[in-house]
């Protein structure tokens, strides 16, 4: 038996109870520290896993209780009176995200940090992990990336084995009835397993994946695993992944995968639900592996702080999109078409010039991760315009050295001297490794980009490579599409949502009409120029309305009737468009 066995079991699916007891092997009178993480790598916010622990109990080896003593919202501590202690706990498990845990009668799925208590004196030995069928549920199987002990088939309730604590954490698993495909990369196993209902060609999807695998091992230039599974929960409404080192949990809506009934279309909620994938596959390597020194190891029980997430965020978001460039699934217009989005969310927010990328990172347990009704206006994205600095990144060094060398290069050098080792980095170590490459101060330009809060301005470097950017502007009052035109478009600088009378205001943008009228968050706008505002209704008023001219508007704060002013501004420049001038020279962009 290893030192630390975790067997879990289904114990109560419709009251979402996972039922866990935990043994060590222990020393008469020797005291052993139990903790659940406050948090888990990659979602840099304090979650409290603990909270959902039911009934903690401890006993002995003979069977007599052993008393457990409360340390804090997620310690505790056990004296051990023999040669083994035996904790049981329950666990509620009724969160439907990538993050936590979940059980009901359709599926079940669990995290690590959310259900196994850590012996933390016994945290870096080997553990096992036995799981337990529901004999109700006959059907279901096993899918993670945990290692499985000799007796134990892929896909079979029973052993799991992990090198530590750590490593146990890292491999979430999901039960179910669910579906599966697999595909090689290099002789490498991947599954594409999907715990939901759906109607996606999984053929068509292994196909693509697999293009945008390869893509990412040969930038690499190795395989850092034996196996590697794509676990995806679907929903009617839903997003999001979690990058963990030989497995990723997504999540998307049921209609993102490709139509079997429509071989030839490429929508775009299948590309983002493609370029998902391909951004938690590159975090396989970015992130789990090359990680910041702050992160070697995860001090997971308060926040750890580091300027970097720029760099393991921004360079996997700004490799998301291009690889479905290079890996032949889209083309080049598109992959414009996709940066040009990038390009706009930041040149449309106005935090960029009150926050560096370097402190957006730092500051992402509270201002990112928690972002308030302000954060349009006061925060700046690290994965957007951390995607943007990547991309300028890879020009410079590439139009520097006659393209001897790109971000791809960095990513290699990255590889071999922090990924491979084990090894930490700091902000550093990025300046001087593209000082190296670029035999120049590029690196220092590079901090630079990182540590100040300005506009970043593409025209410049995207010009060196042939591409254009125009800047347009929004082209209806409540929507982020964009016009080219130098004709006037009224602009309020707030979105909206409809309402039975009226619009309810979501957002108001800095120093907008909107602002200036006093209209904010949560306020019903019933009435502009003494005529009903309604959803279909507002824009067309606006459109009739001078611009730069005081107007009455009637809105509700809560039940108060307020009257005010508004005066429409012609919209400012805020979308970008790219297009190609010189396909010769976009060329050097794209090469490996
Ligand atoms: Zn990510």
Redo the contacts with the bound molecule.
Sequence with gaps: MSNVHYTLSLASPNAHLFAVELTFSSQVGQSYQLSLPAWLP?SYMIRDFAKNIISLHAESANGAAVDIEKLDKQNWRVIATDEKVTVRYQIYAFDQSVRTAYLDNQRGFFNGSSVFLSVDELAGKPCQLTLIPFAEFSQWRVATGLTRAKNTEKFAWGDYVADDYQHLIDCPVALGDFDCTEFEVEGVRHHLVFTSNHYGDTQRLANDVAKLCQHHVNLFGEIPFNEYWFITHLLENGFGGL?HKNSTILQASRFDLPNPQRPEELTDEYKTFLSLCS??YF?AWNVCRIKPKEFTPYALGNEVYTEQLWAY?GI?SYYDDFSLYRAGIISFDDYLKLLSKTATRVYRGKGETKQSVAESSFYTWTKFYKQGPDAANNIVSYYTKGSLIALWLDISLRTKTNNQYSLDTLMRELWIHFGRPGLGTQQHDFVNIVNILSNDNLGDILLSHIEQADKFELVEILNQVGVKVNKSKFAKLNSLDTKNTEAYIPYLGAMYAKQSLGVKITSVSEDSPAEKAGLTIGDILIAVDNMKASEASLTKLANHISANTPVSCLYFRDDQLISSEIAFEDSPLAAIELSVVDEQQIKQWQQF
């Design positions: 990659g990058e951004h938690e975090h965020e996997t």
